[in-house]
Structures are given as C-alpha cells and as structure tokens.
C-alpha cells in the first residue's frame, strides 16, 4: 500500500523535522505536469479588482480551506495589447486562471465536471472578449511518496509550531489514485494546477496557446511549451 503525506505527517512528532527521501528512483517521463502561463506569447491578463489578499481564490490545503471563485465580484480585466494577440490561457497569480471557451470545452470534453468555472470579459481596447475563470473543482491527497523525497519541518513562531511539506526534487503522483483524472490540484503541492500529460497533448493537437509545463514543484526543468 503506497503511503501519502498524510500517514508520513503522523510519524512526526510536533517540534521535530524529518526528509523522507524517494524508495525508488525513475528514469521514467513524470506523466503529471504542472501548468504556467507562457510569457513568451505577450503580457498577462490584468485583473484590476482583485480582491483583499485573505479571500483571493485558494485551492485548499491542510491548514486553510478552499476559497472558491463563485462568491467574487465580476472580475474586471483588461489586456493591454490587440485582442488579436490573446491566448487561451491566462495565470492570475492566485488559484483561479483565464482559459479561453475552447479550452475550457477541450477540458469538459476530457475530463467532464472537472472545472469551476464561470464566464468573464477581457477589455482590449474597443474589444469585449469573453473567456472563461476557472479553477479545478478537485483538490485531492495524490503524492506518491515511494518516489517522491518530502520534507517535512517543524519551526517555532512564539508559542506556535508551524509545519511545512516541501518536495525537494519535484513530485511524483499515484496514477492509480488518478485513473481517468486529467486535471486537478493537490492538498500538499500547494496553488498549482495540475494536468496529465494527455491533456497538454490534447491541448498541442488542438493548436491551444499560453502555457507552459514542468515537472510539478519545481520551478525548472520545463517540459512543453504550447
């Protein structure tokens, strides 16, 4: 039985520290990628009224609960070149992202029920343009650690312990656990979006721009550019 952060969290006492490091070691593509827009293709989308930093949208983690996108004031967003230049799929620097309505549709296609989503408008300049806000509806407990090293650290704030899970190499998910899973986030690798591999193939295939991926938690090693 493979187990997740959950059980190696229970191993630790509270005030202590401990790096669990990979069982196994892969050669193997990562067939899970984290998602980034592209900046290659021009400058993000602006979202101008954004909201107070402790109810920007949230994925959800162990410590503080999911803030959806539902409840938010209409986004009011604006791309500062020709509208002809957008892409399909914008970051906004918190849990929720701008995706176009055909990717959007590709997504639902392949993994049917798996966004929060709802529509909203870019301004550029005399243009109205609708797209889509959206993050992924799940947010599940999927690390493999038999291939994944966490590390796991205990620091004293005051009269308080605070707990962090970090992923030194990168991660590794449980394609068991994610059979028939295309997109969704993870309650340990905290505010990104994941995506199969499949569906950025998809996504090449059916000519979306925006995006980039790589290996999930990193910062480096990119896979794909779209």
Same mark, same amino acid.
């Given at each position: 039985?493979?187990?997740?952060?959950?059980?190696?969290?229970?191993?630790?006492?509270?005030?202590?520290?401990?790096?669990?490091?990979?069982?196994?070691?892969?050669?193997?593509?990562?067939?899970?990628?984290?998602?980034?827009?592209?900046?290659?293709?021009?400058?993000?989308?602006?979202?101008?009224?954004?909201?107070?930093?402790?109810?920007?949208?949230?994925?959800?983690?162990?410590?503080?609960?999911?803030?959806?996108?539902?409840?938010?004031?209409?986004? /009011? !967003?604006?791309?500062? *070149?020709?509208?002809?230049?957008? =892409?399909?799929?914008?970051? +906004?620097?918190?849990?929720?992202?701008? #995706?176009?309505?055909?990717?959007?549709?590709?997504?639902?296609?392949?993994?049917?029920?798996?966004?929060?989503?709802?529509?909203?408008?870019?301004?550029?300049?005399?243009?109205?343009?609708?797209?889509?806000?959206?993050?992924?509806?799940? /947010? !599940?407990?999927?690390? *493999?650690?038999?291939?994944?090293? =966490?590390?796991?650290?205990? +620091?004293?704030?005051?009269?308080?312990? #605070?707990?962090?899970?970090?992923?030194?190499?990168?991660?590794?998910?449980?394609?068991?656990?994610?059979?028939?899973?295309?997109?969704?986030?993870?309650?340990?690798?905290?505010?990104?979006?994941?995506?199969?591999?499949?569906?950025?193939?998809?996504?090449?295939?059916?000519?979306?721009?925006?995006?980039?991926?790589?290996?999930?938690? +990193?910062?480096?090693?990119?896979?794909?550019?779209?």
């Amino acid at each position: 039985m493979i187990r997740t952060v959950s059980d190696l969290l229970a191993d630790v006492p509270e005030g202590q520290s401990r790096t669990f490091e990979a069982s196994i070691s892969e050669a193997t593509r990562e067939p899970y990628v984290q998602v980034n827009f592209n900046h290659d293709h021009g400058p993000p989308v602006v979202w101008s009224n954004r909201p107070a930093f402790e109810e920007l949208p949230w994925m959800g983690s162990r410590t503080k609960a999911r803030i959806g996108i539902a409840q938010l004031a209409e986004p /009011n !967003l604006s791309y500062e *070149e020709h509208p002809s230049k957008l =892409v399909d799929f914008y970051s +906004t620097g918190t849990s929720a992202f701008v #995706i176009s309505e055909r990717l959007r549709s590709l997504i639902e296609e392949v993994d049917p029920g798996s966004l929060e989503a709802r529509q909203v408008f870019i301004n550029a300049g005399r243009s109205r343009l609708a797209y889509c806000f959206v993050m992924p509806a799940r /947010n !599940l407990n999927a690390v *493999e650690t038999s291939r994944t090293t =966490v590390k796991i650290e205990d +620091t004293k704030y005051h009269t308080q312990w #605070i707990r962090s899970v970090r992923f030194p190499e990168g991660v590794w998910f449980d394609e068991e656990k994610l059979r028939n899973i295309y997109q969704f986030s993870d309650i340990d690798v905290l505010n990104v979006w994941i995506w199969s591999q499949e569906l950025v193939d998809r996504a090449k295939n059916e000519g979306i721009k925006g995006l980039y991926t790589c290996r999930p938690g +990193t910062v480096a090693g990119s896979i794909d550019y779209l």
